[in-house]
């Protein structure tokens, strides 16, 4: 009678020591590598070392000892082929029927602080290449790579001696799903180009969700395990679980609040903002930001960039807010936002990140580097000089408008939105929108100061601004007819500041 193998060689030791006494209480024989073999044999169960299988050591520490024509013949021959089994016969070579092997763990070692020649060492060759070997052979061999499917294996082998060939293909597709986000993970780590021949990343599936951007929409979460300080460092305090909506949203808060190094507070609803404002502290900022827009804040997502304290989570309980976010919350703001189970509270850092961003379109992907935070190089192109405060307010504005829906304009004062115009189809409605906002809080327009994401295509939002008194506009010039602008401003004493950089968001 032929006999059976199995072979073992993992990384991650949990378990092993259960689907090993399954298959060999099914007779079915086991080889092992180096600390698999070490820890069988401490678990008292009767293994054979590779190495006296194949009759040839390990070698070149760890690097060649499992490439072997009598393990990859043992995996790789068709069962139901007699030219094949002719050729395992002659060659001394017994089929091995399960092969368990995890990888090294080279995506997290990503996320210490090893050098480049530590990683390297971390990248595994022989167990992809068993794996491969074994999935692509499913119809005979169960490959097991994922420890949670030792339970189910071990289940079916116990009923009927054998697994299904629909498990066996099930476990061969996790296979090269986990192979290919593994060596997309190294080919990132090694390429140096921004743009390769094919984009490949790795993520992993973080949480599937209750429903997508509407209820009849399905969705998940993954995560770039290769990333620091990116999703999978979102720390959720209390509350319900978050939605698709809730991410897309938490996103786009701590994006504005990254831009800045004074205590912000920004309110977003619908992916947009509708309040941010500097502060003295957490609680200035918050007080601020509510009034900038205290119709839109209500279900609406907090963020701020510094500690969030007692008092500010009192005020904060007094309105409906779907998300609060800061760095580090104090333990009585925790205790006081607690009274609100339904509140999802996260502690995420407010380190910025330089990713790339990533959109789908039908059958592909647009991909492009970020749109950084930016030290302006501020260009005064008017008569009239902006005073050194107006020229903060502006910068402030500006730092704004880059993560407002285009076309977006942003009305401020005192470091305090006051209006916000995006999404239109032309900039002139985008401007009224703004200005309609202010007006609608009462205030005084001629200390307001306009930012504009992109430029001016023609001198009406210039005339637009000095009917309402605005004082002073930054945008990024550019346009065949910036002196119409230019020469607007003169004529009717507005400043103006180009700063060359464009902030389109669509």
């Excluded at 930001?289 to 701020?304: N, W």
Aim: aromatic share 8%.
């Amino acid at each position: 009678m032929q006999k059976h193998k199995a072979l073992i060689s993992v990384y991650d030791k949990n378990d092993i020591e259960l689907i090993a006494a399954c298959l060999m209480n099914h007779n079915i024989e086991l080889l092992a590598t180096g600390g698999s073999l070490k820890y069988l044999q401490e678990k008292n169960i009767p293994v054979t070392d590779v190495a006296d299988y194949t009759l040839f050591p390990e070698m070149l520490n760890g690097r060649v000892k499992t490439l072997h024509p009598k393990l990859f013949g043992g995996i790789l021959f068709k069962r139901n082929d007699q030219i094949h089994n002719t050729t395992i016969d002659n060659n001394n070579i017994i089929a091995i029927d399960f092969v368990i092997v995890n990888l090294y763990p080279f995506v997290k070692k990503q996320q210490e602080n090893l050098t480049h020649d530590e990683l390297i060492e971390f990248i595994d060759i022989g167990g992809p290449s068993l794996l491969r070997a074994a999935a692509k052979n499913y119809y005979d061999v169960t490959v097991i790579t994922d420890i949670k499917d030792y339970a189910g294996v071990i289940q079916e082998m116990n009923e009927q001696e054998q697994t299904t060939i629909e498990t066996r293909k099930k476990l061969a597709a996790k296979v090269f799903n986990i192979t290919s986000a593994y060596d997309a993970s190294v080919a990132n780590f090694l390429n140096e180009e921004i743009f390769p021949q094919y984009y490949n990343n790795t993520y992993e599936l973080k949480e599937i969700l209750r429903y997508g951007e509407n209820p009849h929409q399905q969705a998940a979460i993954y995560a770039d395990l290769t990333q620091l300080n990116n999703v999978n460092q979102w720390n959720q305090l209390q509350g319900k679980e978050l939605s698709y909506n809730n991410y897309r949203d938490i996103q786009a808060a701590i994006n504005i609040v990254k831009e800045f190094n004074e205590p912000v507070c920004c309110a977003v609803k619908h992916n947009t903002p509708c309040g941010v404002a500097i502060g003295k502290d957490a609680l200035d900022a918050y007080q601020k930001a509510y009034l900038a827009d205290p119709v839109s804040i209500f279900g609406g997502i907090i963020a701020f960039n510094v500690i969030l304290n007692e008092a500010t989570a009192t005020l904060l309980n007094d309105t409906f807010l779907e998300v609060i976010i800061a760095p580090d919350f104090t333990k009585a703001s925790l205790e006081i936002l607690a009274k609100k189970k339904n509140v999802r509270v996260l502690k995420i850092s407010m380190h910025p990140i330089e990713n790339k961003q990533i959109v789908s379109i039908n059958g592909g992907l647009l991909v492009q580097t970020s749109d950084p935070v930016v030290d302006y190089e501020i260009n005064v192109v008017t008569k009239k000089k902006p005073s050194e405060y107006q020229i903060n307010q502006l910068v402030f504005a500006q730092k704004i408008v880059k993560h407002c829906t285009s076309n977006a304009i942003v009305l401020c004062k005192d470091y305090v939105t006051v209006g916000i115009g995006s999404g239109q189809t032309n900039r002139i409605r985008s401007a009224e929108q703004a200005i309609l906002q202010a007006k609608e809080k009462k205030v005084e327009l001629s200390e307001c100061v306009m930012s504009s994401d992109a430029f001016f295509p023609f001198n009406d939002i210039v005339k637009l601004c000095a009917t309402n008194q605005i004082s002073a506009i930054i945008q990024p010039g550019g346009s065949i007819k910036d002196q119409d602008s230019i020469d607007s401003c003169n004529e009717h004493g507005i400043a103006m500041l180009f700063t060359g950089v464009r902030h389109f968001k669509h």
